[in-house]
C-alpha cells in the first residue's frame, strides 16, 4: 500500500479537470468556462496561511478538498500475487523446468509532485520580456502590484491589435498600464501563461507482470546450459503530458469556443477586416475577418513579392492559423502572422510545453529468449556465456519526474513530457529508449596448469576475461519546442517539424524511406543518417515514428592476468595485470538527434574509455 504523497502546509496546488471537460470537445465550451480557469484550481485541506498577503490572498479565493492529497482517496486495491514452479519431467537429474508468474506493483515517485514549486497559488511567476531590448533593470519591475492577491491576476484575455494586420496577444487582469519602459499600454501586462504541474485525480500505482519459463539442462557435470522465455507487461505506468495542447484550426475537431475567443477579441478591436459573417458556429462568422486567410507555404508551395505586388497567392488553401493575410509593399512580403500557439488553446491561461500532468495511463510490454551456457568450476576452468534476443515496447521510457535540463538549458529532456502529439499517444508507441535487440556476455576465469612444475615461476597464473556485445539503443529526431510565428515558417524544417502546437518534442516528416533515412556516410561520425530525407511536417507533429533509429553497436573486451606466489605456508603474493578495452574500440554513443543543433546528425560522445592498463599488488595472508 503506497500511500499519495502530502506537504507539511499543504503547499500543494492542483487542478479538477471534471468541470472543464467540455472545454476540449468541439461543441461544449463556452469562453465564461474556458477563459477563466480560477474555479478548477484545488488546495488541500490543511493548507496554511503564508504570511504574504498577496499569496494568502489567492488561497482564500481557492477550493479546497476534503484531504491534504488533492486527489481521490487511496489506491488500496493493490493485490500481488506470485506463484512459482519446478519440475522434473523424467526420472533423471539432468533436466529440470522452471517458471513462474507475479504481479509486481511499483512505488509512484514523489519527483513529479516535488516539482509543483511554480503551481498557483503559492506561486506567480512574471517574465517582463517587452518591450524589446534591453529592460532597465532597476525598474523592470516598477509597474507591478506587489500587494495585489495573486488570484487578480486572472482570468487572462484576448487581445488583438488595431488594423488589418493586427495580431493576438493575452494579457492579464491587473490593469497595468505601462510597460517596463513606462510606454503607456493597453490594461494588463501581456500575459506569463501558468507553468503547472497537475496530478490526475484518479491516479492508480503502476504495476508489471511478469512471467516465466524456461528449462535447465545439466549436458555433464559441471556444464548447463539453459533457455528461458520472459515477458513482462507494465500498466498504468506514470507519464507527464502537455494537457493543453493548441489546435490547429485547420482541425474540424477543434471546440468552436476557440473560435469564439478570436471573434470577441476582434470585435473589440472595431472589427477591422469588415463584420463578422452570419453562420450558426463561431468558425463560420469569423472566416476571412478574424482569422482565415490564404496560405500558399501550408502545402509547400511560395508566396512571391516582386515590384510591390504579391503573386503566388491565388488559389492558395485558406489557412485558418492565419491572423491577418499576407501582403507585399515595398518589396518585403508581410503579414501572415500565425495566432500564438498559448491562443488555440481549450482552456484559456495555461502555458503548453511547461503545464503537465501526471497520469497512470503508460503501458509497456517485453518479450524476451535468454540463453545461457554455464561450466562449473572444473579443470581450472569457469566461464559463464548469455546471450538474450529482446523486444521492449512502451509509451514512454523514463521516470516523469524530471524537468527541463540533460545538461541543455531550457531544452527538454526525455523525463520531462511525452513525446508526439499528445491527442494520439498510439502514435508514441514504439521500441523503448532502452531496447537492446541483441546482447551477448561471457566472462571466464583460467587457472593455467603447471605442467608438473612445482617451481614458483610456473605455478600460480590465472587469466580472466569479460566479452560483451550488444545492439545499440534507439533514438527519436525531433526539435525541441518549435513554434511557427509566419506563414513561410511552415516550410522550415526546425521550426515546421509540430511547430504548430510548441510541445516539448516535434519530430519532423519522412519524405523518403527509412532504409534511405538509416544509411549512413562515409564518415559515421560526421553523418551518421542521412538527414537529406527529413521534411517539414508543415507545423504537425511529423510522420517520422519515434525511435525508428539506433546508435552503432557496442562492443568491449576486458582482460586480466594475474600471478600468485606463495612465500609461505600464510603468506602470498599477488601481482596482476589489467587491461580494460584491450582492443582500444571506440564505442559510439547516439549521435545528435535535436533538429537545429549545430551538431546534429553528428556523434559527439562515446559509451566507455578507451583502452586502460592497471598493474596492482597484493599481499595475502
Request: aromatic share 12%.
Given at each position: 500500500l503506497f500511500m499519495w504523497p502530502t506537504e507539511r502546509q499543504g503547499r500543494i496546488g492542483n487542478f479538477d479537470f471534471d468541470a472543464f471537460d467540455p472545454c476540449f470537445s468541439q461543441t461544449g465550451g463556452s469562453l465564461s468556462l474556458c477563459d477563466n480557469p480560477s474555479p478548477g484550481f484545488i488546495i488541500p485541506a490543511s493548507v496554511e496561511s503564508t504570511g504574504l498577503a498577496n499569496v494568502d490572498g489567492a488561497i482564500a479565493a481557492t477550493a479546497r478538498v476534503d484531504n491534504d492529497h488533492t486527489l481521490r482517496g487511496q489506491d488500496l486495491n493493490n493485490f500481488a500475487p506470485r506463484i512459482g514452479f519446478a519440475y522434473q519431467p523424467f526420472d533423471t537429474s539432468r533436466m529440470v523446468i522452471r517458471g513462474g508468474y507475479g504481479v509486481f506493483y511499483d512505488r509512484p515517485s514523489a519527483a513529479f509532485i516535488n516539482t509543483i514549486f511554480s503551481n498557483y497559488p503559492f506561486l506567480r511567476e512574471l517574465e517582463i520580456t517587452v518591450p524589446s531590448g534591453n529592460v532597465p533593470f532597476a525598474n523592470a519591475f516598477s509597474q507591478q502590484p506587489t500587494t495585489l492577491p495573486l488570484s487578480s491576476w486572472l482570468p487572462f484575455r484576448l487581445q488583438r491589435g488595431s488594423g488589418t494586420g493586427g495580431t493576438y496577444v493575452i494579457r492579464d487582469n491587473t490593469g497595468v498600464t505601462r510597460d517596463a519602459r513606462l510606454n503607456v499600454t493597453p490594461p494588463g501586462n501581456i500575459a506569463e501563461t501558468f507553468e503547472f504541474r497537475a496530478i490526475d485525480r484518479d491516479l492508480r500505482t503502476p504495476y508489471v507482470q511478469q512471467f516465466n519459463i524456461g528449462t535447465q539442462y545439466e549436458i555433464t557435470k559441471n556444464l548447463m546450459f539453459e533457455v528461458r522465455y520472459v515477458h513482462t507487461r507494465g500498466q498504468n505506468l506514470l507519464q507527464a503530458l502537455a494537457f493543453n495542447q493548441g489546435f490547429d484550426l485547420n482541425d474540424p475537431a477543434t471546440p468552436d469556443h476557440i473560435y469564439e475567443r478570436f471573434n470577441q477579441a476582434y470585435l473589440a478591436a472595431g472589427s477591422p477586416n469588415g463584420p463578422l459573417n452570419s453562420g450558426s458556429s463561431a468558425r463560420e462568422r469569423g472566416l476571412g475577418k478574424a482569422f482565415g486567410f490564404a496560405n500558399p507555404f501550408r502545402v509547400g508551395g511560395a508566396a512571391t513579392c516582386a515590384g510591390g505586388v504579391l503573386s503566388g497567392v491565388a488559389g492558395a488553401p485558406v489557412d485558418l492559423n492565419l491572423a491577418n493575410p499576407l501582403t507585399c509593399a515595398g518589396n518585403t512580403l508581410g503579414g501572415g502572422q500565425v495566432i500564438n500557439f498559448e491562443a488555440r488553446v481549450p482552456i484559456l491561461g495555461f502555458n503548453v510545453p511547461e503545464a503537465l500532468i501526471l497520469r497512470s495511463n503508460g503501458e509497456s510490454t517485453y518479450h524476451?529468449?535468454?540463453?545461457?551456457?554455464?561450466?562449473?568450476?572444473?579443470?581450472g576452468l569457469h566461464f559463464n556465456g548469455s546471450y538474450t534476443w529482446s523486444k521492449s515496447i512502451d509509451t514512454s521510457s523514463t521516470d516523469p519526474g524530471s524537468t527541463a535540463g540533460g545538461g541543455k538549458p531550457d531544452v527538454p529532456n526525455s523525463g520531462f513530457v511525452v513525446q508526439g502529439d499528445l491527442r494520439n499517444l498510439d502514435a508514441n508507441r514504439a521500441?523503448?529508449?532502452?531496447?537492446?535487440?541483441?546482447?551477448?556476455?561471457?566472462?571466464?576465469?583460467?587457472?593455467?596448469?603447471?605442467?608438473?612444475?612445482?617451481?614458483?615461476?610456473?605455478?600460480g597464473w590465472q587469466v580472466s576475461?569479460?566479452?560483451?556485445?550488444?545492439?545499440?539503443?534507439?533514438?527519436?529526431?525531433?526539435?525541441?519546442?518549435?513554434?511557427?510565428?509566419?506563414?513561410?515558417?511552415?516550410?522550415?524544417?526546425?521550426?515546421?517539424?509540430?511547430?504548430?502546437?510548441?510541445?516539448?518534442?516535434?519530430?519532423?516528416?519522412?519524405?523518403?524511406?527509412?532504409?534511405?533515412?538509416?544509411?549512413?556516410?562515409?564518415?559515421?561520425?560526421?553523418?551518421?543518417?542521412?538527414?537529406?530525407?527529413?521534411?517539414?511536417?508543415?507545423?504537425?507533429?511529423?510522420?517520422?515514428?519515434?525511435?525508428?533509429?539506433?546508435?552503432?553497436?557496442?562492443?568491449?573486451?576486458?582482460?586480466?592476468?594475474?600471478?600468485?606466489?606463495?612465500?609461505?605456508?600464510?603468506?602470498?603474493?599477488?601481482?596482476?595485470?589489467?587491461?580494460?578495452?584491450?582492443?582500444?574500440?571506440?564505442?559510439?554513443?547516439?549521435?545528435?538527434?535535436?533538429?537545429?543543433?549545430?551538431?546534429?546528425?553528428?556523434?559527439?560522445?562515446?559509451?566507455?574509455?578507451?583502452?586502460?592498463?592497471?598493474?596492482?599488488?597484493?599481499?595475502?595472508?
Open positions: 524476451g529468449a535468454q540463453f545461457g551456457l554455464t561450466q562449473r568450476l572444473s579443470r521500441v523503448s529508449d532502452f531496447d537492446r535487440t541483441h546482447r551477448f556476455s561471457l566472462s571466464f576465469v583460467y587457472d593455467i596448469p603447471s605442467l608438473g612444475s612445482n617451481r614458483r615461476l610456473f605455478t576475461g569479460f566479452f560483451q556485445a550488444q545492439t545499440g539503443t534507439p533514438f527519436s529526431i525531433f526539435s525541441p519546442e518549435p513554434e511557427i510565428g509566419t506563414a513561410p515558417q511552415y516550410r522550415d524544417l526546425v521550426r515546421g517539424s509540430g511547430g504548430l502546437y510548441r510541445l516539448g518534442f516535434g519530430r519532423p516528416s519522412l519524405c523518403g524511406t527509412l532504409d534511405e533515412l538509416r544509411r549512413p556516410g562515409s564518415d559515421i561520425t560526421e553523418e551518421a543518417f542521412n538527414s537529406d530525407v527529413l521534411c517539414t511536417g508543415l507545423g504537425q507533429s511529423g510522420n517520422l515514428g519515434r525511435n525508428v533509429l539506433r546508435a552503432p553497436n557496442q562492443s568491449r573486451f576486458d582482460f586480466g592476468i594475474i600471478k600468485s606466489t606463495k612465500l609461505s605456508e600464510t603468506v602470498a603474493l599477488e601481482f596482476g595485470w589489467d587491461i580494460f578495452n584491450v582492443f582500444n574500440k571506440a564505442n559510439f554513443g547516439a549521435p545528435d538527434f535535436e533538429l537545429g543543433s549545430p551538431d546534429f546528425g553528428q556523434i559527439v560522445t562515446t559509451v566507455g574509455g578507451p583502452r586502460v592498463m592497471q598493474f596492482r599488488a597484493k599481499l595475502k595472508f
